[in-house]
């Protein structure tokens, strides 16, 4: 009983903390300008599948490249880096869009390039942090 208890309030402990990080690690949010990403970074548990709400506030599109953890895009996203991508989406500029994937299922930190040429150069980069559950 008393055990329960203190499971309960850990729990409870969790879910604030997870509230007060801006919402539940299994549903991502993120407003692309030219040219970066709001947040630069965000959090999402291994494995999952992922709700993603992507918006372009900017006036040209953009997209939301996952490398595959490990690699870079480097200095500038070219053809070589297409084949080094985990997931992607792109949304034309002033429209936004709710799309799933399932996160990647090694945690770990995941580069996000804009793969429109000159954007990631302009500064479009982000981190996406990948945890275990
Ligand atoms: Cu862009």
């Known amino acids: 009983m008393k055990r329960a208890r203190i499971i309960l309030i850990t729990m409870l402990g969790l879910a604030l903390m ?5 919402g539940s690690p299994t549903k991502l949010n ?16 291994a494995g999952e599948e992922i709700t993603f ?13 996952i490398m595959n953890l490990g690699q870079t895009a480097g ?8 084949g080094n991508i985990f997931w992607e989406v792109e949304v034309e500029a ?6 799933t ?8 930190t995941y580069e996000i390039v804009c793969g429109t040429p000159g954007h990631m150069e302009a ?3 982000g981190i996406l942090i990948v945890v275990d559950k």
């Open 75 to 82: 200095d500038k996203f070219g053809d070589e880096d297409e």
């Open 101 to 108: 994937f399932t996160a990647p299922t090694e945690a770990g």
């Open 18 to 22: 997870l509230t007060a990080c801006g």
């Open 53 to 65: 709400s992507i918006k372009n506030v900017g006036a040209v599109l953009h997209e939301y490249v």
């Open 30 to 45: 993120v407003s692309m300008t030219d040219f970066k990403y709001e947040p630069m970074e965000s959090t999402i548990l």
């Open 94 to 99: 002033g429209q936004s869009k709710t799309v």
């Open 123 to 125: 500064g479009m980069k």
